[in-house]
């Protein structure tokens, strides 16, 4: 069996001192990211144009739920997303995206509709909206974002790392509930299959190309909501084309913070994300961590 | 707020549009207000601290409103979509904000043993704290109050304005009004001081504390029973059946006058010996006289796969009911058929004529069949 590439990428000074992400060092880690996964000699930018064809529009999902406490915050994803544009011959390209205006705008997000430069709204811009049909696969039910559905042809899942007391763990994969209306109707059973089978549905599944993790700051307990005494200032993104081992790994590092803080696993706590190995039953990708090859750096 | 509508407009519109309100139909006829499914930016929300929850430490809050009992962090909404932790405190954000108006016979509800033939104010907002695979309102219950158009209607004008278009019943419906909790119970306190009838059609998914309180402001409740079964409300409704059942006795017990439906799914819910079963239970828990209503199914929203329901299905599942000796039971949805009609338990002769929601003839003078003098069970005046 072919083992799924994660790359992990630390640097001390991701965070300055105000805890913020440097811009500079964000864009260092995620070619150094795309280009451990390329293997060498391969540049960054060779492996972002051999997972998308030219001429398509790349969607930047991020998370802007805590807003600038613990969101996907615009240091990161405005560097991420011109340097996508870039690479792919026009900033306007890449629409860096969330599930309201609102939100985006109180992480610190500057909006933005032109095609000439880096787009950044929300579903409920005016004229974007959601779907009229919901689409039906499997046990979701749901209104797609005219994002995700009609706007662009390829999607990165630019997410933040939590603890969340549902689902155990939010990630790459749990950043997708931000692309329905419904979320809400999914956080049952510690959202499995939910989480599963919303990839599984063609609208992302067939778009999704790379997982970027922001593991800058982890909210390692008590999560998906911002308490700073369980937050920790960890400095890594982690990245893979495999959606399920990134979160695996993203899972992982979870676990470890909790066991330095002496806290119990999620699996003591009876919320270990479950949803990773339906996931992985449904063929989304691996979540046994001997079938997972970790490429570790730091810059 | 380019999509919303304020309340100004709203009252020109219902009174410009009063002609087309007494029909059953939409409001305004050009005015979508059964929202399509696009967002409206920065949309209003209500921020009105809910009654029913409980704090926890770190900002985190539970909900008691009903079985769910979500428990909830900062900025997190419960399942219902319509209730937001706020730093601490929880809130309803649907207070007030209308997704859905309409005035509809009551009929419609249905109620076929409460004040036949009045005209009902009816409304709603976004939200639902179930997920039923085949609701036939999911472009509002399904939503949040985000994602639908909303026009400002506190109590008060919901009041006013039901009395100036002479409906003496307000009906809290097509969504589910338990999420909407605060609102109806507020705007119920005024209608009941103006001398209207409050009445709530509901899938009964709430806690017995609200609902006692309720209780206490309402008149009439009609309960959607979706199955008699806990595996099909797991699998196509993602609730628990036992609340429900616990409901249905909760309001029995009560002087508030109940209705049930029961929708008819093809395959999914209409085993005759379920059937059986179910009419054994609410004989023997919640007595015979409340009305059940065997509505026909169409397909809808995430069941589209199924037919409706034959009628001769519904026949048959009435005809078990009236075995097991219950008074009422009724064909919904199937305009013109003898089974939307009244039959005095005891003389068996014709006492309400029906023809899909209107009422042709009533036999029926105080609260008794003209024929022989029985007793039938209702709110007739």
Known sequence: MIKSKVAIVYAKNALNAENLPDPRVVLRMIRKGLELLAGSPATAEDYILSLLAPGSNLGLKINTIARRALSTLPETAVAIGLWLGKTLGQEGRVIIWDRTNEELKETGYKLSTSPDSLRIFGTDNRGVGYQREPVIHRNIGSLFSRIQAELVNYSISLAILKDHGLAGVTAGLKNYFGAIHNPNKYHDSHCDPFVAELFDCPLIKEKHRLTIIDALKVQYHRGPSYHPQWAEKAQKFILSQDPVAADVIGWKLIEELRTRKGLPSLKEEGREPSYLFTAEKLGLGQAKLENIEVLEEEV | ?381
């Open chain 2, 1 to 381: 707020m380019g999509s919303e509508i304020n309340r100004r407009d709203f009252l020109k519109c219902s009174l410009l549009g009063s002609s087309l309100l007494l029909t059953g139909k939409t409001l305004v006829s050009n005015w979508p207000l059964t929202s399509s499914p696009s967002l409206s930016e920065g949309a209003d929300l209500s921020w009105v601290e809910a009654r029913y929850y409980e704090k926890l430490p770190d900002r985190e809050i539970k909900c008691l409103l009903c079985p769910r009992f979500c428990q909830l962090g900062d900025k997190e909404r419960g399942y219902c979509g319509v209730r937001e932790n706020k730093g601490g405190r929880y809130y309803t954000l649907v207070y007030g904000k209308v997704a859905s108006l309409n005035v509809d016979p009551i009929e419609k509800k249905p109620f076929f043993h409460f004040l036949p033939g009045s005209p009902a104010f009816s409304l709603a907002t976004a939200g639902c704290n179930l997920s039923c695979r085949f609701c036939q309102n999911w472009e509002i219950s399904q939503m949040r109050p985000e994602q639908v158009r909303n026009i400002n209607l506190p109590p008060e004008a919901v009041v006013t304005t039901a009395e100036n278009q002479g409906c003496p019943v307000i009906a809290y419906t097509y969504s589910e009004p338990v999420i909407f909790y605060e609102y109806m119970y507020d705007t119920s306190l005024i209608a009941r001081r103006k001398g209207l009838k409050n009445v709530v059609v509901s899938a009964g998914y709430i806690n017995p504390q609200p609902l006692a309180d309720l209780l206490k402001v309402v008149e009439a409740v009609k309960i959607d029973l979706k199955a008699f079964n806990q595996d099909f409300y797991h699998q196509y409704v993602r609730g628990e059946l036992q609340p429900v059942l616990e409901t249905l006795k909760q309001i029995a017990r009560s002087p508030v006058w109940l209705e049930i439906v029961y929708l008819v799914i093809p395959t999914l819910n209409d085993h005759p010996e379920e059937i059986r079963k179910m009419c054994r239970w609410l004989k023997t828990e919640i007595g015979p006289d409340y009305p059940l209503h065997f509505s026909r199914f169409h397909p809808m929203y995430l069941i589209k796969n199924l037919p409706p329901t034959p009628v001769s299905t519904l026949e048959k599942l009435r005809q078990i009911a009236l075995e097991e000796g219950l008074h009422y039971v009724y064909v919904g949805n199937v305009p013109g058929h003898p089974g939307e009609n009244t039959y005095c338990p005891n003389c068996g002769k014709l006492i309400i004529e029906r023809y899909g929601y209107a009422i042709n003839k009533i036999e029926i003078s105080k609260g008794k069949c003209r024929y022989c003098g029985q007793k039938i069970a209702g709110v007739w005046s």
